[in-house]
């Protein structure tokens, strides 16, 4: 895609009143790459390109915008152009925009709106963030079981130009309870006079509308479906998921699930990392470092306690950042593993002892590699020269792979079941992120090697 | 969805060779979840069902086994069994199996198929693991502009059976150079008789076949699209990338990016978790971790270069793993968030000094809150019992407040700055892994930590 028109000259455009050259321009590109190069303009300059356009074409352009850009834009404008912009706007994009601008404005904003518009944004903001109900558009399809291809295809033609897809036809009874889909390739390749109800695909897979937004999407994806049936609970069609919102659901959940797992807090859908001020970035990784920094002081007690046996072989000293790092990794390597295979639906919470099981037995491999290594190092090249007279290497780097292979071996298993353990109580398992896993195995570590050494070194 | 069908039912109708009840399960039923329901059986039974369907509808099914099923179920077949069953598969789909069995079976089974499908698996499995090409199917709808609507949806009813869409149709002249796409719902809403040269977007997207698959599949999910085209270095339309490949492809990425983030190797296509045998967790996960406790014993000898401070002021050890974790937190923090924005696109490498300055504000504004708890902790409880003769609990408390605000400072620049300089070698920014920062910002920390506290408590 090249972009034939540049600022400056959509400013000079929109200085001389060239509206047909700025339209041309608009109607030839992709509404995203509009939206990308129109960003670079002042809100109010934006607003004279969109308010110049078709409302349809100017609302499709408006939702690509960036969160804050739109916000920007709309802030100053009256009811009346308000209510031009958003008439037009998909179902689901109009709700999310309302719900950034302020409340009087929102109320403003309704009774410029016709009722059935009224009724479908206050049914939609009902929804709680992150269920497919809040995701879902109502911007829909619908056929009567009964008619025939010919006249279904004619009801999909008139009902195009304001539905989101007409790939998918939604077959619903009078009470609008949902009883499949047809699609409309399926319809074009049908006899004429066939009728929906021999073409319906009956066992339609659907989200509930209170469901996670994130079990939809996968389901969606799962399938390889263009778009998701939303049922209430009494099984009546109240919308749909496309596939491009699906993708962009999945998008987000997966920064959400990365950031958590750095412990990194806060809401991420606006996402967009240098639009985020500063002090928003501080804020959401502050607390856990703050928790994290406090729980490392308890490695530091430990270290304190076992001052004595430090002072008596100073050579344990070389060994303890490895033996926390070492711990660090190899549990931060299984619990990320298990995050992930519990988001992509790989394993339940009730595989646990399949999971721990199999963790046990890499983490052996692990343990047995990472120990035999460490000996092999003290042997070869010496423990250091201030050993401590009465102890020989041997015993030193026994003492050092022994510990080693028991962390690993712990590390490992703590990183299984958190995660595992957080999905049971129905606590995301990403919380268990890898600092939090870092810092506990700190501690079972440090723990471990000390009283390791103390049982093999002062015996 | 329900599944009415279960595996003991499943063999009883295999065995009393009720076919029709068993034709009628699979057809009213999803191939994913005939697929996920079969998978329980032998593969010598998934066989037996499978090869009582039409092959369209049980290549249909096959492709959506787990790979390993996949060729566990194609291993004892003859090359006419074999043919059967890839003659009707997805192009694609077709590639990928045979890619997976072993060579001597693909050579004979080649002479088996039509010419035209033996040039097109030739071409699809000339691209290299990983671009768009090797992604992409060759089973898509295409049109000459100078046909009118009406024309051009017959052409497409009869097409339909053989191609993975029909939603979109890609307008190409006679060396099959790429003009632009028309959509069946705008040759449905247009007038029977308009050409399709009047309704095509001729600023399509698309793909080169060589590019990454990972740029190609967000570039699809960016601009909401149904497929995105695949072309040759002259422009030729060689494929199509559907929209559910391309969910299947950023799913994939998304896998690989958290596990490179966490030093865990090796290809993740398969990406079953409790599937993958334990020894290939094992080797995925071993190399970084041999790497990363090698460089632990680098911190391990800065600790004992230092022995001589440790021993006088043996409170400094309380507060090394602090120092050190606190390090890899931040460091992890800002890597994984700068990470995330380059697959994104948020951010590109010349972006370096925003980043770097946006980095910089975040971690003052951390580093400053983090000395301050810290040196009231150390103030307010006393720096321990052990601390030596000559210094006040407020001077160590300084120490220790000023090296972990260097550290976060540091770590966190490090952190941002390891991932974009990666990208701008053309490595994976992912590489930067949470492992590798780690044990680099704990030889930082160290060093920051001793040489901080010596200049404050040794002066």
């Not at 739109?70 to 999310?96: F, G, H, I, N, Y």
């Not at 929906?196 to 799962?222: C, G, N, P, T, W």
């Not at 390597?333 to 199999?358: N, P």
């Amino acid at each position: 895609v090249t972009n034939p028109i540049l600022v400056p000259e959509i400013r000079e455009l929109l200085a001389t009143d060239s509206l047909d050259v700025l339209r041309e321009f608009v109607q030839s590109s992709h509404p995203e790459t509009v939206a990308e190069l129109l960003s670079a303009l002042e809100p109010g300059e934006i607003w004279q390109v969109l308010s110049k356009l078709d409302p349809a074409l100017a609302s499709e352009i408006f939702v690509r915008f960036e969160d804050d850009i739109q916000v920007e834009v709309v802030d100053p404008l009256d009811r009346k152009a308000l209510a031009w912009l958003v008439t037009d706007m998909a179902s689901d994009e109009r709700v999310d925009l309302l719900k950034r601008i302020p409340e009087e404005k929102q109320h403003a904003l309704l009774p410029a709106l016709a009722k059935a518009e009224r009724e479908d944004i206050r049914r939609l903001a009902s929804y709680k963030e992150g269920t497919a109900g809040s995701v879902m558009t109502t911007d829909y399809a619908t056929l009567p079981p009964s008619i025939t291809a010919r006249d279904a295809i004619d009801q999909l033609r008139v009902a195009a130009p304001d539905k989101e897809t007409i790939y998918y036809a939604y077959v619903v009874d009078e009470t609008r309870k949902l009883l499949g889909f047809v699609s409309l390739k399926d319809l074009i390749l049908a006899r004429p006079e066939q009728r929906v109800e021999e073409l319906i695909y009956r066992d339609a897979l659907s989200a509930q509308a209170d469901e996670d937004q994130e079990v939809a999407a996968r389901m969606l994806s799962k399938y390889g479906l263009l778009a998701l049936p939303v049922v209430s609970a009494e099984g009546a069609l109240v919308g749909i998921i496309t596939h491009d919102d699906a993708m962009d659901v999945l998008a987000q959940e997966n920064t959400e699930d990365l950031e958590k797992l750095m412990a990194i807090g806060g809401s991420h859908e606006a996402g967009a990392y240098l639009r985020t001020p500063s002090w928003i970035h501080f804020k959401n990784r502050c607390g856990w470092l703050i928790l994290f920094a406090a729980l490392g002081l308890i490695s530091g007690a430990i270290v304190q306690n076992y001052e004595g046996l430090l002072l008596q072989f100073a050579v344990l000293a070389t060994f303890m950042p490895m033996m926390a790092d070492t711990g660090g990794n190899t549990g931060s390597q299984s619990a990320t593993l298990v995050v992930r295979a519990l988001a992509l639906g790989e394993i339940k919470t009730s595989d646990l002892f399949r999971v721990l099981f199999k963790e046990l037995r890499v983490a052996l491999m692990l343990a047995i590699v990472l120990a035999v290594l460490c000996f092999g190092r003290v042997w070869l090249l010496g423990s250091g020269s201030t050993a401590a007279a009465g102890t020989s290497p041997n015993r030193i780097g026994l003492a050092v792979a022994v510990a080693l292979g028991l962390q690993v071996i712990t590390a490992t298993l703590v990183g299984a079941l958190l995660p595992i353990g957080a999905a049971k109580l129905k606590l995301d398992p990403a919380v268990v992120a890898s600092p939090a896993l870092t810092t506990i195995v700190d501690i079972t570590g440090l723990l471990i090697y000390f009283s390791t050494a103390h049982l093999i070194l002062s015996g």
